[in-house]
């Protein structure tokens, strides 16, 4: 099978498309042939080496010390059911379906395998592009608002409104009856206001620590944010996400502060994969790339101004 490879931490172009042995099921897996494939911060932040202040030495313990240890990255993908591993029952050969790798990686490929429960059926509505797009986003976004308990009514400042993580917070939070405000840049407040922010702070212009509103909820997913700046927006009994926490936000978050790494629930999996095919939520894909060309993806990653999600194709 084709596949990405990264052999050594660095730049885009350090991911390369090489031919490589078919993935083959072990016990409880499914090889997937996988038809779209998100390229995401996390994959980036492996491919570069970029991790969270504080944590580049455990990442790399992790990860791997001088190359990534898994070689062929990508998490969120979407496809076509090549082939079951002893004891799965759930899914059949032909089926499509979506699903996570999680740190095991490895859907920049032809060809993935993945333990059973991490797939979940993908609507006949829902194209492979879109599933694998809203995942990586959408899971954290649904992770982060169930930890907080999202209701109605309650007010919620995303901060980086639209990347893969906040198009989905921004969508997810209108869906549960909240009040939006996003925070981006002019060049995509049309897009935040589009997917359901009532009011957007363009962050070349405003200081978001400076804004006189208060929130129930605050997701930064960008840094802008720390317990110490993120506090004073919040309002009584609030909580402020620090989804794109490093180490220091890890170890003074406590009480009416929250970082950590999301989950992967199938019921979520199920539940954006829903929200897409009733066309309640728009995957916001800014570009669909041949396999060939990840390193295009990558670099749009990199340049931290990806708008809502980008995948490749094999
Ligand atoms: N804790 C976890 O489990 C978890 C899970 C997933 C992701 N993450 C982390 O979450 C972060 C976000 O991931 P992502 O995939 O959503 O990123 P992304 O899609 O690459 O974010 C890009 C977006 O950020 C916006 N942006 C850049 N600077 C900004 C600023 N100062 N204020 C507001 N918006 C800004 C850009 O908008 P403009 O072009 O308009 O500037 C762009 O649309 C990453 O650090 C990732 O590692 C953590």
């Known amino acids: ?60 313990l992790a990860l791997g010390i001088r190359k990534p240890r ?9 496809g076509v059911v090549d082939a079951l591993g002893e004891g799965v029952t759930a899914f059949a050969v032909g089926d499509e379906v979506s699903g996570t790798t999680g740190a095991r ?20 509505g829902v194209s492979h592009e879109a599933a694998a797009a809203v995942l990586f986003g959408g899971l954290t976004a649904l992770h982060f608002l169930d930890a907080v308990g999202l209701a109605a009514g309650r007010s919620v400042l995303v901060v980086g409104a639209s990347g893969a993580v906040g198009s989905s917070a921004v969508q997810l939070a209108r869906i549960a009856g909240a009040r939006v405000t ?20 363009d962050y070349e212009r405003e200081d978001v620590t400076a804004l006189d509103d208060r929130f129930d909820v605050i997701l930064d997913t960008v840094g802008t944010l720390s317990a110490r700046t993120g506090r004073p927006l919040l309002r009584e009994g609030g909580t402020l996400v620090l989804i794109a926490g490093g180490l220091r936000d890890m170890l003074s978050a406590r009480g009416d502060v929250k970082t950590g790494v999301a989950g992967e629930k199938p019921e979520h999996m199920r539940r954006l ?17 041949p396999l060939a060309e990840i390193a295009r993806a990558y670099e749009i990653v990199d340049s931290h101004r990806k708008i809502g999600n980008v995948v490749v194709v094999p």
Not at 70 to 78: H, N, P, Y
Not at 273 to 289: H, K, M, N, S, Y
């Open 1 to 60: 099978m084709r596949a990405v490879v990264v052999e050594r931490y660095g730049p885009p172009e350090v991911a390369r498309v090489v031919e490589v042995a078919d993935a083959s099921p072990g016990k409880g897996e499914v090889v997937v042939r996988v038809r779209a494939a998100a390229v995401t911060a996390g994959d980036a932040r492996v491919r570069g080496a970029a991790f969270p202040a504080g944590m580049r030495w455990g990442a790399r």
């Open 70 to 78: 898994r070689a062929i990255l990508g998490m969120s993908f979407s």
């Open 105 to 124: 990686f490895g859907a920049h490929a032809e060809l993935v395998a993945v333990a059973a429960e991490r797939l979940v059926p993908k609507p006949a």
């Open 182 to 201: 996003g925070v981006t840049s002019g060049r995509n407040a049309g897009l935040v206001r589009a997917l359901g922010a009532e009011r957007v702070v």
């Open 273 to 289: 994969l829903a929200l897409l095919d009733a066309r309640e939520l728009d995957p916001v894909l800014q570009e669909t790339i």
